[in-house]
């Protein structure tokens, strides 16, 4: 079973931020918070991952709280094309990538 | 860099038939990876390869499900015979690093269904 908790939808205008919630209440030291996409018709797609520190790429920001019981994407200007479900992972070396639902978030314009 | 590669897109079959789809990972890519994904839901592990052999098939319904990956590159997973519930779209992974722990590079997937 995923080890998270997502929204399962989330709406948000075109050009505004886009925040994704997760809770991961029960991570462990050593696990790394995971985020994929998913457009429709098309197989998942890495966004970004971090384990205590929030990160940032050319995608999306990540932040993580400091207890490491809840995390959240970020994108800062969404346009049409980041309509897609997200989906957040709790992961460790040697186990398996565990999918849950997802949130599914609709960009409008 | 070429991405993961699948065939076919599209697959449609009556229960009690038999159905293949194959898969070739990005160059080099050590570990590869079968998801199933029914609709509404997200993606399920069905078996893992690391080069040929398998590290993970739990949840493969080895009673009609089979996969194979000779030579540690393309990879065949089979269905025989197929039943209704198995009508999903049948996504393949693949990853640099041992043990997958790194980014995952999906392929487009193909969709099964079976009538």
């Known amino acids: 079973d995923a080890k998270t908790t997502q929204p399962p939808s989330m709406d948000c205008a075109e050009g505004r931020a886009a925040n994704l919630p997760c809770n991961h209440s029960?991570?462990?030291?050593?696990?790394?918070v995971y985020w994929y996409r998913q457009i429709h018709s098309q197989g998942p797609q890495y966004i970004i991952h971090?384990?205590?520190n929030n990160e940032t790429n050319e995608m999306a920001s990540l932040i993580i709280t400091e207890d490491r019981k809840s995390s959240t994407l970020i994108l800062p200007h969404a346009t049409l094309r980041d309509t897609a479900v997200y989906y957040c992972?709790?992961?460790?070396?040697?186990?398996?990538?565990?999918f849950g639902p997802g949130t599914r978030l609709s960009v409008l314009p | 860099e070429a991405g993961v590669a699948q065939s076919p897109r599209y697959k449609i079959i009556e229960k009690r038939q038999s159905v293949a789809f194959w898969c070739n990972p990005i160059?080099?890519?050590?570990?590869l990876y079968w998801y199933q994904q029914i609709l509404g839901q997200g993606p399920k592990l069905l078996i893992q390869?690391?080069?040929?052999?398998?590290?993970?098939d739990s949840q493969l319904p080895k009673d009609r499900f089979s996969a194979e990956r000779l030579k540690g590159v393309d990879s065949t997973l089979k269905i025989q015979p197929a039943k209704l519930e198995d009508s999903a779209v049948y996504l393949c992974?693949?990853?640099?690093?041992?043990?997958?722990?790194?980014?995952?590079?999906f392929g487009e997937g193909s969709r099964l269904t079976v009538l």
């Open positions: 971090g384990l205590k």
């Open positions: 992974a693949s990853s640099a690093r041992t043990g997958g722990f790194g980014e995952l590079f």
């Open positions: 029960t991570i462990s030291g050593n696990e790394y």
């Open positions: 992972i709790v992961y460790n070396y040697g186990q398996n990538f565990v």
């Open positions: 160059s080099g890519h050590a570990t």
């Open positions: 390869f690391q080069n040929n052999g398998v590290v993970d």
